[in-house]
Every structure is written in C-alpha cells, then in structure tokens.
Nanobody
Framework: QVQLVESGGGSVQTGGSLRLSCTTS????????MGWFRQAPGKEREGVAV???????SYASSAKGRFTISQDNAKNTLYLQMNNLKPEDTAMYYC??????????????????????????WGQGTQVTVSS
C-alpha cells in the first residue's frame, strides 16, 4: 500500500528555515500529484504546495515566495523548503498524494480548504512550530 512518511519538522524562530521531507513507497502510478497540506490547532486543513509527475508546481498564497516544493525521484522523496518562517506557519504539516488530477484542482483552487478532499493518501504529519 501507499506509505508517506514525513520528517524534518521542529521549532524555529521567526525568520528561520526548515526543510521537510516525505519518503514515499508503494505508489505505482506513473503520473501523480504530491504535495503538502498543513493544519493549525482549531483551524481547517489548508493546502501549501503541490508538484506533479511532470515537475509542475503550484503554491497557496501563504507559501508563494517563501516555500519551495521539490522532489528527488531517485530517492522517492518529496521536499518542502520553508524560508522566512512566521508564527502563523505553526502547524502540523502533512505529505499528500493522489492522481495527477488533484494537482489540476489545487492549481485552480489553491486557497480552498476543500481541495484537501481530492487527496486520498496522507502521511502522519510532522510538527512545525515558529516562535516570535
């Protein structure tokens, strides 16, 4: 079965950086969409960024200019480089995956929390805490 395992979370101060990693296994489709969502306490899940099997990327408004999503196919690993972190970035970050259509939906509605429903595979999450 598909397994997504996140790592790299931690605690940083405002303005700091973190790189999240997601190791994937069991995903056999040649075309796919993978990405990152996050959820802060008391808030809805929200999209952060996605990348598809062609390497096309899309970002939510909150991530543009500060976060970069990338992948290393040889290592079956997805990354999220987060720079200039702010306290409002504090959340549990989840790695997600599904068919490439999910990326098309995200690109058209990146800031819509309901986009989360288009992703069927989720990791267990990694906590990011940004202090002021």
């Amino acid at each position: 079965q598909v397994q997504l395992v996140e790592s790299g979370g931690g605690s940083v101060q405002t303005g700091g950086s973190l790189r999240l990693s997601c190791t994937t296994s069991g995903y056999t489709y040649s075309t796919y969409c993978m990405g990152w969502f996050r959820q802060a306490p008391g808030k809805e899940r929200e999209g952060v960024a996605v990348i598809d099997s062609d390497g096309s990327t899309s970002y939510a408004s909150s991530a543009k200019g500060r976060f970069t999503i990338s992948q290393d196919n040889a290592k079956n690993t997805l990354y999220l480089q987060m720079n200039n972190l702010k306290p409002e970035d504090t959340a549990m970050y989840y790695c997600v995956a599904d068919l490439i259509f999910a990326c098309r939906v995200f690109t058209s509605r990146a800031d819509d929390p309901l986009v989360a429903g288009h992703f069927g595979y989720w990791g267990q999450g990694t906590q990011v805490t940004v202090s002021s």
